[in-house]
């Protein structure tokens, strides 16, 4: 399932950027973030294929979701300038970001490619 994160669950779970400056990974399996705002229609296109990866992926990834007018602090510290921004965390190594609408086969690429993850 997707979870909504907060700038303070997302220092819990994902990253504390506000006590190091160095990418340390807090989670315990690979992770997608997609930063997003209601308002956003390609934003929209996004999050059913996000649905459907977190059910495919069920334990093997976490999913989240960051509303970027709500969370702007957090959007600030990852340099969000146009949305969806979706980043890919593999447990081991940096995240890589990616932007606009990916298709559902990009994201199963990714997953593959820079999260080490398959079905």
């Not at 994902?14 to 989670?27: A, H, L, P």
């Not at 007018?69 to 990852?78: D, K, P």
Request: hydrophobic residues 35%.
């Amino acid at each position: 399932m997707v979870q909504h994160l907060t700038n303070e669950t997302f220092k819990e779970k994902v990253f504390n950027y506000t006590d190091s400056k160095e990418w340390k990974f807090e989670g315990d399996k690979p992770a997608v973030i997609d930063f997003y705002a209601d308002w956003c229609g390609p934003c929209k296109m996004v999050s059913p294929i996000l649905d459907e990866l977190s059910t495919e992926f069920d334990g093997k990834i976490d999913i989240y979701k960051v509303d970027t007018e709500t969370e702007r602090e957090l959007a600030g510290a990852f340099g969000i300038q146009s949305i969806p921004s979706i980043l890919f965390i593999p447990k081991e190594g940096q995240p890589q970001m990616a932007q606009g609408a990916l298709p559902k086969d990009t994201f199963i690429r990714a997953f593959k490619d820079v999260l080490k993850v398959e079905k």
